[in-house]
């Protein structure tokens, strides 16, 4: 059984560099989420896809952010020209949407840590 | 907007003692779900249990515990006779609607050290 993976685990990047993130969801979850967790605090949520289409997004991902999920299955989150606030531990999950159900249970990937110098 | 309190910040006991994770939440919604999530030092988010704002049945899986409380707003994590892999820091989260789906409102985390 293949849990949700993420790639790279670890990234240090200088401020103005821009950095790309890629999450693989559990296969055959057709729900995918990118959430932000900075340090001693609990995981935020950024954006939401169901399949390919991006129906949400916080008001936290600013225009610098940009998450992309092709083809309804891997995705990639970029930040542009980094800053030093936007360090922190970035979390993917899937789920699957479950008839019957109003909602359904996020599985979490290892996170890739950004530090940005 | 949902709220998750977990006013414990850390919580420091000795092996094989019983510790009691509290949380806390607030919302307008009346169907709703709580998570409780463990992250160990590697940074994964582990899925420990989620339940229904309509059952209010305790939950029991082995040395873990869980008391729903809806009168209190309260979902608390309890481990008996706790061990060393338990160190960990808990998050409880609550559900907030998204277009067709749900997103997850973290509390702010409970830092758990056994020591032995």
């Known amino acids: 059984d293949t849990g949700v993976s993420q790639d790279p685990r670890h990234k240090i990047t200088k401020r103005g560099q821009n950095v790309t993130f890629r999450c693989d969801p559990i296969?055959?979850?057709?729900?995918l989420y990118w959430y932000r967790q900075t340090l001693g605090q609990g995981p935020e949520f950024l954006t939401y896809?169901?399949?390919?289409?991006?129906?949400?997004k916080s008001r936290l991902l600013s225009d610098r952010f940009s998450a992309e999920r092709p083809k309804g299955s891997f995705s990639t989150l970029e930040i542009q020209r980094t800053e030093q606030g936007d360090s922190a531990m970035y979390l993917c999950?899937?789920?699957?949407?479950?008839?019957?159900?109003?909602?359904?249970?996020?599985?979490f990937g290892p996170g890739t840590r950004l530090t940005v110098l | 907007a949902q709220k998750v309190t977990q006013a414990q910040t850390e919580i420091s006991v000795v092996e094989k003692e019983d510790v009691t994770l509290d949380c806390v939440y607030e919302?307008?919604?009346?169907?709703?779900?709580l998570f409780w999530y463990k992250q160990p030092p590697s940074g994964e988010l582990v899925f420990l249990i989620r339940?229904?704002?309509?059952?209010?049945q305790n939950e029991i899986s082995g040395r873990y515990s869980w008391n729903f409380q809806k009168s209190t707003s309260s979902f608390n994590f309890t481990i008996t006779a706790s061990q060393v892999v338990d160190s960990a820091v808990y998050f409880c989260?609550?559900?907030?609607?998204?277009?067709?789906?749900?997103?997850?409102?973290f509390g702010q985390g409970t830092r758990l050290t056994i020591n032995p």
């Open positions: 999950a899937s789920s699957q949407r479950l008839s019957g159900y109003s909602t359904d249970t996020q599985y």
């Open positions: 296969s055959e979850h057709n729900r």
């Open positions: 896809f169901q399949n390919e289409a991006q129906l949400e």
């Open positions: 919302t307008r919604d009346t169907t709703y779900y």
């Open positions: 339940r229904n704002s309509f059952d209010e």
């Open positions: 989260a609550l559900s907030e609607p998204l277009q067709g789906a749900q997103k997850l409102v």
